[in-house]
């Protein structure tokens, strides 16, 4: 039987490059753009990206009534989230005056701090940027340290324990660019934008069994 794979649809985002990457790089799988939690609670995989605000995208998980489905399933499939699909994870955010997201890492959202010395370094940090590997993980198998990665984003996550820091990227100052632990794991960047390096990422997810 096919694996099937869930892009959650909240309303945000470029959802069909995510898929099309996917079903490039798993054609044996059963790939869906869903935003119904029934068919988040059958997927055997999720996947979480997005863009925009994060209040937008809170309301929309709760319109949505998606909560309860992506909670579920961070704790017990293999997840990837993807830019806002990572910042939502977090307890609190400080986009709009301060945003309650989902509470499941511990930490917080931070907007860049663009100085007056450095006005060449734009926010949002928009581009390619090299991404350094913290610790081997399958979802880093044959992609090189320090690989460059595509992004777009005016935030960035900061974790209260250091273990779940999976990358760090360079932009203004340090930044945790990506994170792991047990099933899961969630970038700062687009993988599905970020050419052969991206694919790879994709395809490695796809093929790894944490639980």
Not at 50 to 78: V, Y
Not at 81 to 90: E, N, R, S, T
Not at 131 to 137: D, F, L
Not at 188 to 209: V, Y
């Amino acid at each position: 039987m096919a694996t099937t794979i869930a892009v959650v649809d909240y309303g945000m985002g470029n959802l069909r490059s995510v898929a099309r990457a996917l079903i490039h790089v798993a054609p044996k799988s059963k790939v869906i753009v869903t935003s119904s939690a029934d068919d988040i609670n059958h997927a055997d995989r999720i996947v979480f990206p997005g863009q925009g605000a994060a209040r937008d995208c809170m309301r929309n998980l709760h319109n949505h009534k998606l909560t309860e489905s992506i909670t579920a399933a961070f704790h017990n499939k293999p997840f990837l989230g993807i830019c806002m699909g990572l910042q939502v994870l977090f307890d609190h955010s400080d986009e709009n005056e301060g945003v309650d997201c989902l509470g499941l890492v511990q930490g917080g959202v931070h907007e860049f701090n663009r100085r007056a010395e450095e006005p060449h370094m734009k926010v949002p940090h928009m581009g390619w940027n090299e991404v350094s590997q913290s610790a081997p993980h399958p979802v880093w198998k044959n992609v090189e340290n320090n690989a460059r990665f595509y992004f777009v984003h005016s935030y960035y996550v900061v974790p209260e324990k250091a273990s779940w820091t999976a990358a760090t990227t360079g932009y203004l100052n340090k930044f945790t660019s990506a994170i792991s632990k047990d099933n899961v794991f969630a970038a700062q960047f687009h993988p599905e934008k970020s050419a052969s390096d991206g694919l790879q990422m994709l395809e490695n997810f796809t093929n790894w069994k944490p639980i």
